[in-house]
């Protein structure tokens, strides 16, 4: 493993790579940041450019393909992105020795379990995003298998890029009513929580004490669309109930939507490390500023 304890950022331009450089200042680590247009993961050669130059200690891979329908219909450009690029990123560590962070998501499972999914839960993704995303878990762990670690996430949002928080801040100023799905439960995350956990978890990598592998990266607790969506009104101080439940049949999209998005978190015992605290006492610290952004974006 390399001695030189600076950080590698992919993706850093996006919302979880804006939070993941925050709690790195905070941190007092060094870091490169690399957004997609400084770095083409696609592109294997500038991939191993990029790491061989810097020599990073932990290399976070925050870049994606996010875009779930379009990739039922342009899969292999998701794939090229979502699985291709963490192959060349694990090829890349695997020659400097650097700890690789690839972070991933709920849809490489079918989404219809009936307890929470543990990080070693039979994968059976049903859309083309989350195969692509599932190649790219693949490749990492087989690329690294003692310093490769997948951070599954769900239901992500934050201050600094377009998320279900900020639009519904912006329909509840709109609309008399608003019907939100209540057949999908999930885990709402904090973008800068679950950037917390990545530089927690990079450490923990470095010291030895936190084994490669697969980890869920969500908060605590579940609900659906719509009590996340209710949550959201009473937070603004409105009336919640102007949030009605519908089924996920009246929102027909290209790509089915996990019916059941909740993950386990039983792993970081192992790592030492504390799950994600709940998904509402995160929402009401974070709520404050997303909504300070979102009117600061729509009145600029």
């Known amino acids: 493993m390399t001695d030189n304890r600076t950080w590698l950022v992919t993706g850093a331009g996006g919302m979880l790579g804006q939070d993941v450089l925050a709690r790195l200042d905070r941190s007092g680590e060094r870091y490169v940041a690399l957004d997609r247009k400084a770095l083409d993961l696609t592109d294997a050669d500038a991939v191993r450019a990029a790491v061989e130059e810097h020599r990073p200690a932990v290399v976070v891979n925050c870049a994606a393909w996010t875009a779930v329908d379009d990739a039922e219909t342009r899969e292999d450009e998701a794939l090229a992105i979502n699985g291709d690029g963490p192959r060349h990123l694990a090829e890349a560590c695997a020659r400097t020795g650097a700890v690789l962070l690839h972070v991933s998501t709920d849809y490489v499972f079918a989404g219809d379990a009936a307890e929470p999914y543990a990080e070693d839960a039979p994968t059976a993704p049903r859309s083309a995003y989350g195969r692509t995303k599932l190649a790219g878990e693949q490749a990492v762990l087989k690329g690294l298998p003692e310093r490769g670690y997948v951070v599954r996430t769900a239901w992500l949002y934050g201050t600094g890029g377009p998320n279900f928080v900020k639009t519904m801040i912006k329909l509840e100023g709109v609309k008399d009513t608003l019907d939100v799905v209540d057949d999908q439960r999930g885990q709402p995350t904090w973008s800068?929580?679950?950037?917390?956990?990545?530089?927690?978890?990079?450490?923990g990598a470095l010291a030895g004490t936190a084994p490669a592998g697969v980890y869920h990266?969500?908060?605590?607790?579940?609900?659906?669309?719509h009590g996340f969506t209710q949550e959201i009104f009473r937070l603004l101080g409105a009336d919640p109930d102007r949030v009605r439940p519908t089924t996920s049949d009246a929102f027909v999209r290209p790509a089915p939507r996990p019916a059941y998005s909740v993950l386990g978190h039983g792993r970081f015992a192992?790592?030492?490390?504390?799950?994600?605290?709940d998904w509402r006492t995160a929402l009401t610290e974070a709520f404050p500023e997303i909504h300070r952004v979102h009117l600061k974006e729509n009145t600029a």
């Open 270 to 277: 192992e790592a030492g490390i504390e799950p994600l605290r």
């Open 192 to 203: 800068a929580d679950l950037a917390g956990l990545l530089v927690q978890l990079g450490l």
């Open 217 to 225: 990266g969500t908060s605590s607790g579940e609900t659906t669309w």
